[in-house]
């Protein structure tokens, strides 16, 4: 992989990541743009412990552009971009519009193509693993900040998810803080580990491979499988069969069967729904560690990958007891999710 870091015109961070050396990343940022001037506030809700991002600035950002006027796409005469070159593999940025900033994180948007009209479920292999080695080193770099507590990776795909921008990319967040859902885990590792002397990743996986009916396929070095009290009408768990904290400490095996994996499951998942169909908006997180937590090797890095359509036209909106409660309810069987994103593998 090669790397090539540089500067947009208001000081921002621009990383270039390509294949192979050879290919020069010099073009300039010719926009007379003046420097971020968005500072985000983390705010803490003392009846929960949880913390809030504040960031006001974020109701200026670019919403839904004509494709001539993605700020993903390369720059061509007639058309400035958030990256000035003509073309590229992989590109990082720092988000001109971020949910944190001002000493308070950092956000950065990942352009998986420069094609306008691909999904992620369209790259090569090649390019898939390119894109992890980009999850892998921006989750190195931010994690060294002053401050940084954790790093989270994820993909947001499909209007009905709420993206604002419908070329491919995803995002990087390295937050100030523990999230909710990591501190919420962190307690349950603590007590699983008290009361039965073992790690509760573990023996998730394991129950989950014994008993067969969630799986949804398995590898010598991954298994993902509908969890057993799914919140999602179709929601998948990825897992390396080695658990690790983080993308950085993958092995060399896990690493490379990863790309066909995780591109199987997202081209299960445009399949769920049947051919007339619509793409499947989706989310795809990645949990990782937090940085310095003194149960870091205690946590295991796995994907979430889960849809809010519930059924070929409808989608699952939060009702009051989800939104105000927190208390979710599946409209759809674990087990029936995971046979049928079986039977779509081979369609």
Not at 34 to 55: F, M, N, Q, Y
Not at 282 to 291: C, G, L, T
Not at 335 to 343: H, K, P, S, V
Request: proline letters at 7%; charged letters at 30%.
């Amino acid at each position: 992989m090669k790397k090539t870091v540089t500067r947009l015109a208001d000081g921002r961070e621009l990383i270039y990541y390509d294949t192979r050396d050879g290919t020069p990343r010099t073009a300039a940022d010719p926009r007379p743009l003046a420097p971020v001037a968005s500072r985000s506030e983390i705010r803490l809700d003392e009846l929960t412990g949880d913390h809030v991002a504040v960031a006001s600035h974020r109701q200026t950002r670019t919403h839904l552009p004509p494709a001539d006027a993605c700020p993903l796409c390369p720059a061509r005469p007639g058309h400035e971009s958030e990256i000035p070159g003509d073309g590229y593999e992989v590109a990082v940025f720092e988000n001109r519009f971020p949910a944190l900033s001002g000493g308070a994180g950092r956000c950065e948007v990942v352009c998986f193509t420069d094609d306008h009209t691909a999904s992620f479920a369209d790259l090569t292999e090649e390019r898939a693993r390119l894109v992890l080695d980009a999850w892998t080193d921006r989750t190195a770099d931010l994690s060294a900040l002053p401050g940084v507590e954790q790093v989270y990776c994820f993909e947001n795909r499909g209007r009905e998810i709420g993206v604002t921008l419908p070329h491919a990319h995803g995002q990087v967040y390295a937050l100030p803080y523990t999230t909710p859902r990591t501190a919420l885990t962190l307690r349950r590792l603590d007590e699983h580990r008290r009361a039965t002397g073992r790690n509760l990743f573990d023996d998730v996986v394991a129950r989950e491979r014994a008993d067969g009916a969630r799986m949804v396929l398995e590898t010598d070095d991954w298994a993902a499988f509908v969890p057993y009290a799914a919140r999602w009408p179709y929601e998948v768990h990825l897992h390396p069969l080695r658990r690790v904290p983080d993308l950085t400490a993958l092995d060399a095996a896990a690493r490379t069967a990863l790309p066909q994996v995780y591109l199987e499951l997202l081209r299960r998942f445009d399949r769920i729904f049947g051919p007339a169909e619509p793409p499947t908006p989706y989310i795809a997180a990645w949990h990782q560690a937090p940085v310095a937590d003194a149960r870091r090797e205690e946590f295991g890095l796995h994907l979430e990958l889960f849809t809010v359509r519930r059924a070929s036209g409808k989608l699952k909106f939060l009702a009051g007891t989800e939104s105000g409660m927190g208390a979710f309810m599946n409209d759809v069987r674990p087990e029936d999710a995971a046979r049928r994103i079986r039977e779509v593998a081979e369609a």
